[in-house]
Structure formats: structure tokens, C-alpha cells
């Protein structure tokens, strides 16, 4: 059974600060993703990671960057965080770029104050 | 780009009751339809998927219809029961292959 890990379930912040959310998955999925859910707004991609070293914005990636040096970690980077940032973060993961669904993690509830 | 559009944004149904929800989608070639249930404060979690060249899909109590021509997919949940009560997400691929989710369906199912 494929698991996402997302290293931490509720996170506080101050405005400005440099934020880290951390995903592993463990079943060497090519595809990474992360998204925010937010009540009415359903899951919005921030950016996703074809495969290790790469990366492409999705639909929201202002205000965020994303790293992925291993193929099993993807890291979100809030590089000031923003009250408009307070949020839930979803990490996924999928074998390859197919016909086939995500696995998600357990998500990141992020406070900014 | 791809865009899914899911009615009705809440459902509430009496237990026992059938629930149906409704997406429409925009690009002709996505080609995979999963539905996601969440429930609350956990993560979304794969239900049901339907692939292009299918028309209908069953699995116990829920079951998926595909309509390619009209752009359209339905969830459908027969006899209803509490544990049924969840945010609903469809999600259909974009010509990257990736997943445009609508905005989810919160069904509660009162006994």
C-alpha cells in the first residue's frame, strides 16, 4: 500500500516567515503534486514534479516554490509566508503520468499569523 | 486548459436514499474519471474510477456513468448510510495527464 507522508498534520507561523512542508512517498512514484483546499475552492495545484529534479507551476504557484532533489521527497517553500496563505496542503504522488489516481497524503493544516 | 465543474456544492439525503452527483468536464481528450471521497480532517481517498472507453462502472453501492459525448460523469451512491457522509471530489485528466478536481460535494446522509 502506497504511502504519502507529510511531515507535519498542523503548523504556526508568523508573516514573513520561510516555511518547509515536507512529503515523502515511499513506492518510487514518479509524479508528485501539491495542492491547497480551501472550503468552496475544492483542491487548487500549486506545482507538480514530473520526476526527480523537475518541477512546473500549476494553476496558484505565486507566493511558492517547490523542491525535488530526491525522487521520493517533494518540498513545498512558502519563501515569505502570507496570512492568505493560512491553508490546508495536500501532498499526492503517482506512479507515472497515466490513467491512473493519486495517492494523497494526510495534509498540512497551515496557520500564518 | 481543462475545466470540471461538479453539482450540487452540498446534498442532503435521507438514509436508505439514493445520492447522484454530477461533472462536466471541458477537454475531449481526458480520458480518466476518478472520484475521491474525504472524509473529515482526513485525506481524499480514491473510490471509483472510469476509464474513457467505458461507459458504466459498479462497485457495490456506488457506480459511475460516463457520457463522452456530452462531456459528462456521475457518482451514484444507492442506499444511503451515515458512514456515506463525506466531501465528494471529481477530478478528470487534462492533455498533461494530471487531474483538474471540481470543487467537491458535501453529502450528509441524516438518519
Known amino acids: 500500500d502506497v504511502k504519502v507522508t507529510q511531515s507535519s498534520r498542523y503548523l504556526v507561523k508568523r508573516t514573513g516567515e520561510k516555511v518547509f512542508l515536507e512529503c515523502v512517498q515511499d ?9 491547497r483546499q480551501d472550503p468552496g475552492l475544492g483542491l487548487r495545484l500549486i506545482y507538480f514534479s514530473y520526476d526527480v529534479k523537475m518541477k512546473e507551476k500549476g494553476d496558484i504557484p ?4 517547490v523542491s525535488r532533489e530526491k525522487k521520493e521527497r517533494f518540498s513545498l517553500i512558502l519563501e515569505s509566508a502570507s496570512t492568505n496563505q493560512t491553508s490546508m496542503y495536500l501532498c499526492a504522488s503517482r506512479k507515472n503520468m497515466g490513467v491512473s489516481g493519486y495517492t ?8 500564518v499569523v | 486548459g481543462e475545466n470540471v465543474e461538479q453539482h450540487p456544492s452540498t446534498l442532503s439525503v435521507q438514509e436508505g436514499d439514493s445520492a447522484v452527483i454530477k461533472c462536466t468536464y471541458s477537454d475531449s481528450a481526458s480520458n480518466y474519471f476518478p472520484w475521491y471521497k ?3 480532517g482526513k485525506r481524499p481517498q480514491l473510490i471509483i474510477d472510469i ?19 456530452a462531456k ?17 471530489f471529481c477530478a478528470a485528466t487534462d492533455s498533461w495527464g494530471k487531474l483538474q478536481f471540481g470543487a467537491g460535494t458535501q453529502v450528509v446522509v441524516t438518519p
Open chain 1, 27 to 35: 513506492m518510487d512514484h514518479e509524479n508528485m503534486f501539491w495542492y
Open chain 2, 72 to 88: 459528462h460523469f456521475s457518482l451514484h451512491i444507492t442506499e444511503t448510510q451515515p458512514e456515506d457522509s463525506a466531501v465528494y
Open chain 2, 51 to 69: 476509464r474513457s472507453n467505458v461507459g458504466e462502472k459498479k462497485d457495490q453501492r456506488i457506480a459511475v456513468t460516463l457520457n463522452k459525448t
Open chain 1, 62 to 65: 505565486e507566493g511558492y516554490s
Open chain 2, 38 to 40: 474525504q472524509e473529515l
Open chain 1, 104 to 111: 494523497f497524503g494526510s495534509g498540512t493544516r497551515l496557520t
